[in-house]
């Protein structure tokens, strides 16, 4: 009996041991998602969505490719598209709060049941997005705003906001 007792004892000790253990790189879980509210209905794209990211370019002599750009899309539960693109100022998007009253930054959804079009640009609505990270394949931020139907003039609300995937 002692000898069970003193066995487990010591497989305790290496479990706590090695539980309290971790590496210093950070783990990023896989949950890739998009979500926010329009209209008080939670829109949520988890796993169907895609980022991609692009610095800008200095080296040549394209002027329209000096800005750094994030384009995000993803599909809702329901087939609504989601786009939405963000433009920084110089050649890397750096944390901050971008609007769309800056050029290339916009939303879009269309709604898959009507392929009603609705859009917040330098344009139409407003809507402004805070980026907290973009860096090591990894977009992260929260958005805010109003949207307008292309199709019928309405307005929609955009709340709650947030995106996290990788690119």
């Known amino acids: ?13 290496l479990l706590f041991t090695a539980a309290g253990c971790s590496s210093d790189k950070d783990v990023q ?3 890739r998602f998009i979500s926010f509210q329009m209209n008080g ?34 599909f809702t539960y329901g087939k609504d598209v ?3 693109e963000i433009t920084g100022a110089g050649e890397q998007l750096t944390p ?18 009507t392929i009603e079009l609705i859009k917040a640009d330098e344009t139409t609505g407003s809507w402004s ?3 907290h990270q973009v ?10 705003g109003v949207a307008v139907s292309q199709d019928m003039g309405t307005i929609h609300p955009i709340t709650a906001g947030y995106f996290k995937l990788k690119y």
Request: aromatic share 8%; glycine share 8%.
């Open 82 to 84: 989601i786009s939405i």
């Open 41 to 74: 209905k939670i829109m949520l794209s988890e796993q169907r969505n895609k980022a991609a990211y692009r610095p800008g370019n200095l080296s040549d002599t394209d002027p329209t490719n000096d800005q750094a750009n994030l384009l995000i899309m993803g």
């Open 1 to 13: 009996m002692y000898q069970s007792a003193s066995k487990l004892a010591l497989f305790a000790a």
């Open 29 to 31: 879980p896989e949950r």
């Open 129 to 131: 997005v805070t980026i």
């Open 135 to 144: 860096k090591d394949g990894l977009a992260i931020g929260e958005f805010t």
């Open 96 to 113: 901050g709060v971008y609007t769309s009253d800056q050029p290339g930054n916009a939303f879009l959804l269309e709604k898959f049941s």
